[in-house]
């Protein structure tokens, strides 16, 4: 009993550092979700949960039934895969490159160059996009016109707008998210490069057998926890590059449930929607870490 009040005792500077986090869980994560009962409910905010109408499955019907809701999942699905099958590379790709870099100064100096884009707004990102390629106003439209060339409508062709929003992504968070990688590596043996030099592996070998290998368990956990945001596409970006000109190709369901449920207060409806995306990310999580560890992962949990 003496030893474990010693180390509660010792811990206490520990437990103090993790209390905003764990309080940022608890009073925004946690505790949200009991709303998720008005997803069943024709919820009233001057009759509270207690006090509104009971109505079931009624909503995820309505969803179900909807219209655009066939057009809303192919749009998230489309630009979750282009996420996850462009953007989820890149920082593998930016980690092993930089990693392979001999120069220190120059390794920094694009570590640095490249993760600073993470801390603009998506505000600022599109804001710029505007100012780059607007079909009248842009600086690369106005130079393609004095080389005497046709203006590209980037913004409002909805044939670019996927490649578009995936190449936005890639430049803002590559650098970001290549820091987990980066630290992976940080910590792999230097004796096994050593290793495979006295064997005669090349640059490319040493990459493929040893970098490789180091970084395969954050691969498959990053990957895992990313098929759970396969319903979230960044509600802020989409939002902000949309437009009447581009809205069959960029209306999704984060945009959806903002139309829907915030301009036009159907509050239980969207819950609703919010919930089917939940619980298919949640599947995918389980589904994903399930097939890992059958074929012998360590998995997430």
Do not use: C
């Not at 804001?127 to 060339?149: C, M």
């Amino acid at each position: 009993m003496a030893d474990t009040k010693k180390l509660l005792r010792r811990g206490i500077p520990m437990y103090i550092m993790i209390l905003p986090g764990l309080l940022y869980f608890l009073l925004f994560r946690y505790l949200p979700m009991g709303a998720i009962v008005i997803a069943f409910q024709n919820y009233d905010p001057f009759n509270g949960f207690m006090h509104s109408e009971w109505v079931g499955l009624d909503h995820f019907a309505r969803l179900f039934g909807e219209a655009d809701f066939w057009r809303l999942l192919k749009n998230t699905l489309i630009l979750s895969a282009m996420n996850l099958f462009l953007f989820f590379p890149a920082p593998i790709v930016l980690a092993l490159m930089l990693n392979e870099a001999r120069v220190r100064a120059f390794r920094k100096t694009v570590q640095t160059i490249t993760y600073m884009p993470h801390f603009l707004s998506w505000v600022v990102v599109v804001g710029i996009s505007v100012l780059l390629f607007a079909t009248q106003e842009g600086a690369v439209n106005k130079l393609f016109v004095s080389l005497g060339w046709d203006r590209i409508e980037l913004l409002t062709n909805p044939d670019y707008f996927r490649p578009l929003y995936t190449f936005m992504n890639i430049w803002k968070e590559s650098g970001w998210s290549a820091i987990i990688f980066l630290a992976t590596l940080a910590s792999v043996d230097p004796t096994l490069y050593e290793a495979a030099v006295m064997d005669g592996a090349s640059r490319w070998k040493q990459m493929l057998h040893v970098s490789l290998p180091a970084l395969k368990h954050v691969i498959l956990i990053m990957f895992i926890l990313r098929l759970g945001q396969t319903m979230d596409t960044g509600f802020e970006q989409v939002l902000l590059m949309q437009n009447t000109l581009n809205i069959d190709v960029s209306d999704v369901f984060d945009t959806y449930v903002y139309r829907v449920g915030i301009l036009s207060a159907e509050y239980s409806y969207t819950t609703a929607v919010g919930l089917f995306k939940s619980v298919v990310g949640l599947l995918l999580i389980i589904g994903a870490n399930s097939f890992a560890k059958r074929k012998g992962e360590e998995g997430v949990y």
